[in-house]
Every structure is written in structure tokens, then in C-alpha cells.
């Protein structure tokens, strides 16, 4: 298994551009996530997805939006970056999200600079 | 509302020293606790948990950690730590927001071990 994938690794965009980040997992997991990793305030939830067609918003979901047509791919879109989208991004997922027990399994990260 | 302070953003060691990175929590609702660890550019890995039983939950690489309720406390602990040891280390804590579980981690704990 490849497990949670992401990509790209790295990316520059300036104010007001869009772009797609990629995240897929092949182990069938119903629970699908994404973070925002920024230094000294650990991860914040965006958005999250318990299965294909269900989504909701996390933490801090203003300026993405995110969808789920299928169980194995969960991208998250930015309409119009803005410096304050610089992080570094992380998806992950879990079998289910029964008791919150599940152990999440996390991507290697995409590096977003926003000039 | 549930949250997690990790009381020590920097924690520098010796080689083969012990090492506590402290972790409290809050929550009103049954307490699931994890540890995950972060190497250098790579996404965050499972490194223990606490669902229930016993207390003291232990890692297969050395590490602990204890669950203390009267203290609300989630201490990480290693007897002797290595070189390979070194990333940062988040504490996190199941919740429950908007009806729904999801996991609100702490702003990270950077151990860095010295030769």
C-alpha cells in the first residue's frame, strides 16, 4: 500500500492565483482530513470528510473549499491565495470515526509559499 | 471545549539522557490521548495512545507515556534518549465539535538531541 499520498511537495503561487492540493489513499478509509501545520500553533483542522459526498468544515475552512466523489481522493482547493494560506499542508485518514479512536495516518506534506 | 498545552515548544537533550515533554489536557467528555511524532520533512506518525486500562501506555521504540486524570496530565517519557529520537512531537486529544469527533493537538514539542 502507498498509503495517505500528496501533491505537489512544494509550491510557489502569488496573491490571487488558485490551485488544487492532491491527496489519495488506498487503504479505504471513510475518514479523510486536512490540516494546516504553522510554526508554534501545531495542526489546525480545514476540512474533513467521514465518506464519499460528505464534507464539513474544521477549524479554520476560510478560503478552501474541498470535495469527496470518490472514498479515495480528498483535494482541497484555494480559491484565491493569500499570504496568510503560507503553511504546510497535511492529509490524513482513518478507517472510521467511530469513538474517535482511530489512528490517523498522515501524508508526507505540500509546502505552500504565498507571495 | 477540549484542548491540549504543551508546556515546553523546545526540549534539548544530551545523547542517552532522559527525556519528559509534558503534555496537560482538557475535556469533558471520555478521554482518548495520543502522541504523535513528526521526523524532519515528514508527515506525523502514531507513536502511542491511551483509550482505556492501563494507565501507562508504551511505545515499541522506548518511549511512555502515562495517563494521569487527577493532574490531566499525557507525559511522554524515554529513559535514555538517541540521535534518532530528534522531531518534534505532538500531544493531541480526542473531541468532540459540532457533534462530531475529531482530534485538537497541541502547538508541538521540538526535541533535539545533542552528542
Known amino acids: 500500500n502507498a498509503g495517505v499520498t500528496q501533491t505537489p511537495k512544494f509550491q510557489v503561487l502569488k496573491t490571487g492565483q488558485s490551485m488544487t492540493l492532491q491527496c489519495a489513499q488506498d487503504?479505504?478509509?471513510?475518514?479523510m482530513s486536512w490540516y494546516r501545520q504553522d510554526p508554534g500553533m501545531g495542526l489546525r483542522l480545514i476540512h474533513y470528510?467521514?465518506?464519499?459526498?460528505?464534507?464539513d468544515q474544521g477549524e479554520v475552512p476560510n478560503g478552501y473549499n474541498v470535495s469527496r466523489s470518490t472514498t479515495e481522493d480528498f483535494p482541497l482547493r484555494l480559491l484565491s491565495a493569500a499570504p496568510s494560506q503560507t503553511s504546510v499542508y497535511f492529509c490524513?485518514?482513518?478507517?472510521?470515526?467511530?469513538?474517535?479512536?482511530?489512528?490517523?495516518?498522515f501524508g508526507p506534506g505540500t509546502r505552500l509559499l504565498v507571495l | 471545549a477540549q484542548s491540549v498545552t504543551q508546556l515546553d515548544s523546545q526540549v534539548p537533550v544530551f545523547e542517552e539522557a532522559p527525556v519528559e515533554l509534558r503534555c496537560n489536557y482538557s475535556?469533558?467528555?471520555?478521554?482518548?490521548l495520543f502522541w504523535y511524532v513528526q521526523y524532519p520533512n515528514q508527515g506525523l506518525q502514531l507513536l502511542l495512545k491511551?483509550?482505556?486500562?492501563?494507565?501507562l501506555v508504551k511505545s515499541i521504540n522506548g518511549f511512555e507515556a502515562e495517563f494521569n486524570k487527577s493532574q490531566t496530565s499525557f507525559h511522554l517519557r524515554k529513559p535514555s534518549v538517541h540521535i534518532s529520537d530528534t522531531a518534534e512531537y505532538f500531544c493531541?486529544?480526542?473531541?468532540?465539535?459540532?457533534?462530531?469527533?475529531?482530534?485538537?493537538f497541541g502547538q508541538g514539542t521540538r526535541l533535539t538531541i545533542n552528542p
Open positions: 490524513a485518514s482513518s478507517l472510521s470515526t467511530s469513538g474517535g479512536q482511530e489512528t490517523q495516518y
Open positions: 487503504m479505504n478509509h471513510e475518514y
Open positions: 470528510s467521514v465518506g464519499a459526498g460528505i464534507t
Open positions: 475535556s469533558s467528555v471520555s478521554v482518548y
Open positions: 491511551y483509550l482505556s486500562g492501563s494507565t
Open positions: 493531541a486529544v480526542r473531541a468532540i465539535i459540532q457533534g462530531a469527533q475529531k482530534l485538537v
